[in-house]
């Protein structure tokens, strides 16, 4: 599918670091629960960088410099997202839907009827789960000067979330419309973790500002959930919605992609072919074990480069700062990714 806008390599940089930073945030929280200026992005002190980026060799001044000058001269803060702040349920989300769903048959009734009870039962489950959480997982920003709103994702912290991670199971991305496909279990449960919050930072943007939806690993995969969810709930801003997902996992199958290429204006993938993170969950992830496949498709718009940094963990983190920063990704064809020297 083709892209509405071209991928901003210049813009991509300051991008990438905000999904990295992102991932400081838990860690500081844990350490400093009473701190005041925890919902503040801007906030978190120095120090607590090489808490996360000295381990994977990344350059700590250029990123916090980076935040502290072209970030914070050129975006104001909008709001801060915590898992479980405003969870919706699938059911609750069902019936302030517009449009009614239409069934061919009473077989197909049925059958959606019988996903719909799973996935209410679920998101009764996650609502308790979540209102426990409360771990900030993201942030909104407007730009000074030309008003176009960024929110960006972090990736997986904790065990909880990692455990998570490994929930592969394809389920409904709709609790109702097969149409959509069928994305990652676990993926899908933080989303409805965060969805509430999410839609109501989207509110903030004037519908036709240009919004730019951005994460790392785990919130790459977020990002794509919410824009899918964004392009069907208010199509009128779908053509605005523009995917920055660096390290970014599978997330739905071959259903899932069709619609999210079709109904999502602008998304791109920024893959390090050394990275293990963009190639799962595998094509076929469970088909020896269980005799089944689990189909999981990409979506469009990959943009590859080669970095190998010597550990796996460098492979994922620092990589896309330094590719971002020497504007290396480019288009994944029958050419060779371009290699970082």
């Known amino acids: 599918m083709a892209q509405l806008y071209p991928y901003d390599e210049t813009l991509s940089y300051h991008l990438a670091n905000l999904a990295l930073v992102g991932e400081i945030q838990p860690i500081w929280e844990a350490g400093d629960p009473k701190n005041p200026d925890l919902d503040d992005l801007f906030a978190i002190p120095r120090e607590q960088y090489a808490n996360l980026f000295t381990a ?3 350059p700590i001044d250029a990123i916090y410099d980076d935040l502290h000058g072209y970030v914070r001269e050129n975006y104001e803060s909008v709001g801060a997202i915590r898992i479980g702040q405003m969870v919706v349920p699938d059911y609750e989300d069902f019936e302030s839907d517009d449009a009614a769903v239409k069934f061919d048959t009473l077989e197909d009734m049925l059958k959606a009827m019988s996903s719909y009870s799973q996935r209410v039962a679920e998101s009764l489950n996650n609502t308790v789960r979540y209102s426990f959480s409360r771990l900030l997982i993201g942030y909104a920003l407007r730009s000074k000067v030309d008003g176009h709103g960024v929110i960006v994702t972090r ?7 990692w ?3 490994m929930n592969y199971r394809l389920v409904p991305f709709h609790p109702l419309n097969s149409d959509y496909g069928h994305v990652h279990n676990g993926f899908r449960d933080v989303f409805k973790g965060i969805r509430g919050r999410y839609r109501e930072l989207v509110e903030q943007f004037e519908v036709g500002t240009p919004l730019y939806l951005v994460g790392h690993s785990l919130g790459a995969a977020l990002a794509q959930l919410a824009a899918l969810d964004i392009a069907i709930r208010t199509p009128e801003r779908a053509d605005q919605l523009r995917v920055y997902g660096y390290a970014p996992p599978r997330v739905g199958d071959a259903a899932f992609a069709e619609s999210y290429d079709r109904l999502v204006g602008t998304s791109y993938r920024i893959v390090n072919v050394c990275d ?4 799962l969950p595998f ?3 469970g088909a020896l074990l269980r005799q089944r496949a689990y189909p999981y498709a990409d979506t469009k718009g990959e943009l590859g480069f080669v970095h190998q940094a010597g550990n796996p963990v460098a492979n994922h983190i620092s990589s896309y700062h330094i590719a971002t920063r020497l504007k290396v990704p480019a288009p994944m064809d029958a050419s060779v990714p371009r290699r970082l020297s």
Do not use: F, I, M
């Open 163 to 165: 455990l998570n991670n």
């Open 283 to 285: 094509e076929e992830l």
């Open 155 to 161: 990736g997986t912290v904790g065990t909880e979330e």
């Open 276 to 279: 293990v993170v963009p190639y």
């Open 56 to 58: 994977c060799q990344t």
